[in-house]
């Protein structure tokens, strides 16, 4: 079994520039593809960035130029570094990890932007 907890989420002020975490621990092994999601209640779950297991990143064009995902590979662990927050990006961050064939989710963390 692979669980995933995240952290680092909670209230921000708009421009504000927390960053998530989320550490893979239990039955795994080898470099993994990570990466972030993210929901909005009523909405359907959309793909903020992920990172490969070579490195390689991409990200929704909403949070492109500021967010950034990055890795420690050592501790299993993804980040995202959010800059200049607004209202819209207000929602539950999901962290997953790709492992032999399957996709294991965090329990998501709520960012909430308001002043």
């Known amino acids: 079994q692979v669980h995933l907890v995240e952290s680092g989420g909670g209230l921000v002020q708009p421009g504000g520039s927390p960053r998530l975490s989320c550490a893979a621990s239990g039955n795994i092994f080898s470099i993994n593809p990570m990466g972030w999601y993210r929901q909005v209640v009523g909405k359907q779950r959309e793909l903020v960035a992920y990172?490969?297991?070579?490195?390689?990143?991409n990200y929704a064009d909403s949070v492109k130029a500021r967010f950034t995902i990055s890795r420690l590979n050592a501790a299993n662990t993804v980040y995202l570094q959010m800059d200049s927050l607004n209202p819209e990006d207000t929602a539950v961050y999901y962290c997953?990890?790709?492992?032999?064939?399957?996709?294991?989710w965090g329990q998501g963390t709520q960012v909430t932007v308001s002043s």
């Open positions: 997953y990890v790709d492992f032999m064939t399957r996709r294991y």
């Open positions: 990172i490969t297991s070579g490195g390689g990143t």
